[in-house]
């Protein structure tokens, strides 16, 4: 059973940054890429970071140039550094990982619970 808890989630002003963590733990025998979603009431959840275990990154359009996501593969986390942050960044923002708990399970996708940006002034 592989695990998956952020923090690092609260109240910030317009403007300002907030650096989002997970750390993975259980039967992690690999994980290929991880990464961050964000969902806000009525609508759906949506991509907004990614990085591979080769370190290729992808970002939502609205998150390019503002946000940076990192990962430690010894310590199984990747971080989301949020800068320039806008109201419109409100939301629940949820880790994700893809992976392997051992060399013959299956590939599964993995969800941290969640935790809640705001951002207002």
């Known amino acids: 059973q592989v695990q998956l808890v952020e923090s690092g989630g609260g109240l910030v002003q317009p403007g300002g940054s907030l650096r989002l963590s997970c750390a993975a733990s259980?039967?992690?025998?690999?994980?290929?890429?991880m990464g961050w979603y964000r969902q806000t009431p009525g609508k759906q959840r949506e991509l907004v970071a990614s990085?591979?275990?080769?370190?290729?990154?992808n970002y939502a359009g609205s998150a390019k140039g503002r946000f940076t996501i990192s990962r430690d593969s010894a310590k199984n986390t990747v971080d989301l550094q949020m800068n320039s942050l806008k109201p419109e960044d409100t939301a629940v923002y949820y880790c994700?990982?893809?992976?392997?708990?051992?060399?013959?399970?299956?590939?599964?996708?993995?969800w941290g619970k969640g935790t809640l940006v705001t951002v207002s002034s």
């Open positions: 994700a990982a893809r992976g392997y708990s051992s060399w013959s399970s299956p590939l599964v996708d993995y």
């Open positions: 259980g039967n992690i025998f690999r994980i290929n890429d």
């Open positions: 990085i591979t275990s080769g370190g290729i990154t």
